[in-house]
């Protein structure tokens, strides 16, 4: 099998690359599709479940494929610096990929309120993080006025080169699976990711790689709910920090994709979010961050309506590894017991429950 040097390389005839364009990459894409081995048959009324596993990406979230692209064409014309606003991975990924084509990044993220792991990332790589008092709407308005302003590149999602990277998985899913599933799930914070895999699928079946188009559902957190409930949300809320977000960017990408698809956008409690959480992690032995599990939560939800029939096609994007965000996995967990260094001693706690 060929090598693989990352999603530029791998899709370049679907992306708005050139000879010219220095490809900045960290192998990114290509990330497994694992089948479920316990969700697909407790779900009614047993369906074909599939997670894309975006945590597996160089930085651990599926921002590294936006952001391959945001910072090659940023290169390409010449770009000293960039700057995003963030809930965190965004960060996470920018600092990761201006580190490596020797430019500077700037990261605006809502103080005290993102997770750990996306904070130590920005940090370690070099990034001027600066926390601001106010949430990710707010950054995003001023990042958007600092962009105008000076000849720095905006690095979120609305910069249209992340779009472009971050629809290389839709096609990924189809090579993986030798077709399109029949649904396709996604947790949806600005709304960039589900506009762009449906871009992805629609292109994908224009080249005629793919014969049929899944049907778009989009989750996003009950607290932070703009298109579900129609109005932005002034102080959006939930557990799942990457998807705390009150105005999306993509609004409209999102509902076209909704439309043209003839799917859903719906909520999910942040209860739902983390009973989907424990259990990928309990059940099927993937660890990704609760925001991400807002996709499996939608789905388990739908199906407690008999949404799907017999055999359906699913695949649901786990957008973030769980390493992302320990806190909240510790919080989630029983304490490590305390025993003393001693055979019997352990002896003793496995009794009843393991020998
Ligand atoms: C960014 C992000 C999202 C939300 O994606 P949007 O494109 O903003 O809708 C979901 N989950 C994780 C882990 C993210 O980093």
């Known amino acids: 099998m060929e090598p693989w040097h990352g999603l530029i390389h791998h899709y370049r005839g679907f992306l708005p690359v050139s000879d010219k364009t220095p490809v900045v990459t960290l192998g990114e894409g290509n990330t497994p599709l694992i089948r479920a081995s316990r969700l697909n048959r407790e779900l009614h009324p047993g369906v074909d479940l599939y997670f894309k596993y975006e945590g597996s990406n160089p930085s651990g979230s599926f921002k590294d494929r936006g952001m391959t692209c945001a910072i090659s064409k940023a290169v390409e014309e010449g770009a000293r610096a960039v700057i995003c606003a963030s809930t965190g991975n965004t960060s996470a990924s920018a600092a990761a990929y201006a580190a490596k084509a020797g430019i500077s990044t700037v990261v605006l993220i809502p103080e005290g309120q993102i997770a750990l792991g996306k904070l130590a990332q920005a940090m370690i790589h070099g990034a001027l993080v600066l926390q601001i008092r106010g949430n990710f709407d707010r950054a995003l308005n001023i990042v958007k006025d600092i962009v105008a302003r000076h000849p720095i590149a905006l690095v979120n999602s609305i910069n249209p080169f992340r ?20 649904y396709h799930a996604l947790p949806v914070g600005n709304a960039g990711n589900i506009t762009a895999y449906w871009k992805g699928y629609r292109e994908y079946n224009e080249a005629g790689r793919i014969s049929t188009l899944p049907k778009m559902l989009g989750f996003q957190a009950a607290g932070a709910a703009p298109l579900v409930t129609g109005r932005p949300v002034e102080s959006p809320e939930t557990i799942a920090s990457a998807i705390r977000i009150g105005n999306p960017a993509s609004w ?19 209860e739902e979010i983390i009973e989907a959480y424990t259990y990928l992690a309990s059940k099927e032995g993937i660890f990704c961050e609760p925001a991400s599990a807002a996709s499996v939560a939608g789905v388990i939800k739908l199906s407690r309506r008999n949404f799907f029939s017999k055999g359906d096609g699913i695949v649901c994007t786990l957008t973030g590894g769980g390493l992302k965000d320990p806190d909240i996995a510790i919080r989630m967990s029983k304490d490590p017991v305390r025993v003393e260094a001693d055979v019997s001693a352990v002896e003793e706690l496995l009794r009843g429950c393991c020998i």
């Open 163 to 182: 779009i472009e990277g971050q629809k290389t998985a839709a096609f990924e899913i189809c090579d993986q699976l030798g077709i399109a599933p029949l």
């Open 252 to 270: 409209k990408g999102a509902l076209a994709a909704r439309d043209e698809s003839g799917g859903v956008i719906e909520s999910v409690t942040d």
